[in-house]
């Protein structure tokens, strides 16, 4: 069974980074698209980005080019998020997804991870 | 990018009663080497992370109900629950994955009236 495992919440001061990390255990690592979809409080799901390990080029939505960097370590089954130049308006959930049989389709998910941005 | 637009915003309907939401994507996500249409349905319940249903706009996702269901093709999509229940109260997203850049409709609150 496929799990994925979310670090753990974050509180970050105005124009500071967070990195944050989803390990993969249950099934193979490199050949699934890692997803990386915000919710911010009481608001729609955003896709960011995503990237497929044995590829390793990211993909990201034009509204976080330049903002967000996602990579993926394939020794540790582990994917990252990195969002930088934080804002209050970054405050939100923050999802990895994994797809399965259809490329896109995401199928498995984390648990989240609360990003709080707040001086 | 693709912009997919749901509509309506939210709706209630009485139990046993069919729900349906329709999905608008701003240009058409079927792909013609194959005949399949990228786009997916996922419903997402408070304090949980989505859950997939539906994928290439109608294949239904193993051990989802089949009261679900979904229709469509090219930029008009429907996502229709036949028989509400109580447990399907939920917000439904429809996502575009044509492109190598995702994105997901605003979402669709669905409630018992």
């Known amino acids: 069974q496929v799990q994925l495992v979310q670090s753990g919440a974050e509180v970050k001061k105005p124009g500071s980074s967070v990195k944050v990390s989803c390990k993969a255990s249950?099934?193979?690592?490199?050949?699934?698209?890692f997803s990386w979809v915000r919710q911010a409080p009481g608001q729609g799901l955003e896709w960011m980005g995503g990237?497929?390990?044995?590829?390793?080029?990211?993909n990201y939505a034009q509204k976080f080019q330049g903002r967000v960097t996602i990579t993926a370590d394939e020794s540790t089954s582990t994917a990252y998020m990195e969002l930088s130049s934080l804002r209050s308006e970054d405050t939100a959930v923050y999802y990895c997804g994994r797809d399965y049989l259809v490329r896109g389709a995401i199928r498995y998910w984390g648990q989240g991870t609360l990003v709080t941005v707040s001086s | 990018d693709i912009v997919m637009t749901q509509s309506p915003d939210s709706l209630a309907v009485s139990l046993g009663e069919r729900a349906t939401i329709n999905c608008k994507s701003s240009?058409?996500?079927?792909?013609?080497?194959?005949?399949?249409?990228?786009l997916a349905w996922y419903q997402q319940k408070p304090g949980q992370p989505p859950k997939l249903l539906i994928y290439?706009?109608?294949t239904r996702e193993s051990g989802v109900p089949d009261r679900f269901s979904g229709s469509g093709s090219g930029t008009d999509f429907a996502l229709t629950i036949t028989s509400l229940q109580a447990e399907d109260v939920a917000v439904y997203y429809c996502?575009?994955?044509?492109?190598?850049?995702?994105?997901f409709g605003q979402g669709t609150k669905v409630e018992i009236k």
């Open positions: 249950g099934g193979t690592f490199s050949s699934y698209a």
């Open positions: 240009q058409s996500v079927l792909y013609s080497s194959n005949n399949k249409n990228y």
């Open positions: 990237i497929i390990p044995i590829f390793g080029t990211a």
């Open positions: 996502q575009q994955y044509y492109t190598t850049m995702w994105t």
């Open positions: 290439w706009a109608s």
